[in-house]
């Protein structure tokens, strides 16, 4: 979202911001109202690299267009951006390549507009290193389309992410047109509501609260929040509040054999292991408790490990994934060596180090 004059311009990204987490669109509104008030979290180093891939990738899916004899059209940054792509439309052009799309409230750049000439009809096409498409690439992709017939009447009637692996996955609007504009009416009615003093909505556990996370953090550390407690389903922290134990330390406390919704193994789990979290803190070493195989399971949980040997080696290779074919970059080892355990490790920085390290 961005401020112009006495407007706020919208993105697609931010309704796919609202789509996984009401509480980060919040806070991203309130950085826009109130900058330096509030300061998000540091650039993810992944992401960063996976956003230089992306550009790497879309500048393959381009090249293959090109490949394929299609007439380009490249909308320039300089210029009427939104004047170029309309003459573009109307010349039918075969591709158009970073479009520029608005509504007066939501505007964005799609990657390619491509002419199926035999239907006369655009497609709305994004590149994604993804494997398959996800929720949200569908919900971007809905509202470039949406963009894209109120700024020129151009009907859409399909959706294409052109994936990591080379695949074109395919997708009809109507599938899919109504999940959006309710995400876009919510998101809209989020930001009308906007007041900078009043509290932001409460972040939801196992939302992707992406740049705000450590805020999000913040707030469920401070209300010593049930989604604290290691294990804990979304689904278990609703049958717990609905039976009056709304935080970690009250269910260390609390008798959770008549939780409604709950077995007695697994309120007995989740008693547990709050207390045992609420028993380490300010702890350097946490309390721990070992688990006995159950009865009729002898050979299970730790009782799988064989018996402790002079002779026995602790192995980790930490890989990185975005790496074609993956790099097992690190290979580290603990082995006791003269009764101490002593660790070794072995670098790799590309294939044939990689290889030398194994």
């Known amino acids: 979202m961005r401020q112009i004059g006495n407007r706020i311009v919208y993105s697609p990204s931010d309704l796919v911001r609202f789509a996984g987490s009401a509480f980060a669109s919040w806070m991203d509104r309130h950085a826009l109202a109130h900058p330096g008030d509030v300061e998000a979290d540091p650039e ?10 992306g550009v790497l990738h879309e500048a393959d899916v381009l090249a293959a267009l090109r490949d394929d004899g299609r007439d380009v059209a490249e909308i320039s940054t300089r210029g009427d951006r939104f004047a170029a792509t309309t003459a573009a439309i109307a010349a039918r052009r075969d591709v158009i390549y970073q479009g520029a799309l608005t509504d007066g409230v939501f505007t964005g750049y799609a990657d390619f507009l491509v002419l199926d000439r035999e239907t006369d009809q655009y497609e709305i096409w994004d590149s994604k290193l993804a494997r398959s498409t996800k929720p949200s ?60 003093g009043a509290p932001a909505p409460e972040p939801r556990p196992g939302d992707d609260h992406g740049d705000w996370t450590t805020h999000a953090d913040a707030w469920f550390e401070g209300r010593d929040h049930l989604c604290r407690v290691a294990g804990i389903r979304t689904s278990q922290i609703e049958r717990l509040e609905a039976a009056g134990i709304t935080t970690l330390t009250a269910l260390a406390e609390s008798d959770v054999e008549t939780v409604r919704g709950l077995s007695r193994d697994i309120a007995w789990r989740l008693h547990s292991q709050a207390a045992l979290q609420a028993a380490s803190r300010d702890l350097k070493r946490p309390k721990y408790t070992v688990l006995e195989p159950a009865p009729d399971r002898p050979r299970s949980g730790l009782a799988l490990l064989p018996p402790a040997s002079p002779m026995d080696v602790f192995l980790d290779l930490e890989g990185f994934p975005l790496a074609d074919d993956g790099l097992e970059y690190l290979i580290g080892l603990v082995a006791a060596e003269s009764g101490k355990p002593v660790f070794h490790d072995w ?6 180090q990689e290889r030398a390290a194994f």
């Open 44 to 53: 993810d180093e992944t992401l960063a690299i996976l956003a230089k891939r």
């Open 137 to 196: 690439h569908v919900l971007q992709l809905c509202c470039y389309a949406d963009l894209l017939e109120a700024m020129s009447g151009e009907r859409v009637e399909l959706l294409v992410t052109a994936l990591g692996t080379g695949e074109h996955e395919r997708l009809r609007l109507s599938d899919f047109r109504w999940y959006a504009r309710n995400v876009r009416s919510a998101f809209l009615a989020l930001m009308a509501e906007f007041d900078a």
């Open 347 to 352: 670098w790799a920085h590309d294939d044939a």
